[in-house]
């Protein structure tokens, strides 16, 4: 097999370790906060209330559920799902699945993950690219964007603050 040409493997590298970093800080992180936030603090406020809620929620519990129903099988199906990738990793990490396990489930599905995004998430960014920012137009939207996601970012931020 010949090496890819252009920046392919390059990207799909990239993608893969931030996937790989990714989960495995959320897989710890579960791991580890269960544990001492759960058992050990109650807390009234703060970023330290909201993962406590959010690890006694139901979205934590649903990640657990799936994770013990079909054990190291769910880890590398969630890097090929929208929306269940941070819930599966966490719940590996509530249920303490033991690490070289999760380890070795989650590599096949970060290295599936980065595939994707090499592949089709590249290719949509380049075809957005090539319709809209090669014009007048198109960069003032793009421009627009970019400044309204900063504003919404500061404004959700000031909220949380206000409220706490």
């Known amino acids: 097999m010949d090496r890819p040409e252009g920046p392919a493997l390059t990207v799909w590298l990239f993608f893969f370790v931030v996937v790989f970093l990714r989960a495995q ?26 993962t ?35 819930v599966i990793n966490a719940g590996a990490g509530v249920v303490r699945m033991p690490f070289p396990l999760y380890l070795a489930a989650m590599v096949p599905g970060c290295m599936a993950w980065a595939l994707v ?33 900063v504003t919404a970012v500061v404004a959700f931020r000031r909220r949380s603050r206000a409220r706490t």
């Open 25 to 50: 800080a959320t897989y710890w992180i579960a791991r580890v906060a269960t544990v001492q936030v759960l058992t050990r603090t109650h807390p009234t406020g703060g970023w330290r209330a909201r």
């Open 117 to 149: 995004w090499t592949t089709i998430g590249m290719s949509a960014f380049y075809a957005a690219v090539g319709a809209g920012l090669t014009t007048r137009w198109g960069m003032a939207l793009a421009v627009l964007t970019v400044v309204g996601a």
């Open 52 to 86: 406590h809620d959010w690890l006694e929620g139901d979205s934590a519990q649903r990640g657990a559920d799936v994770v013990r129903r079909w054990g190291a099988l769910a880890i590398p199906v969630s890097f090929l799902t929208v929306g269940a990738q941070t």
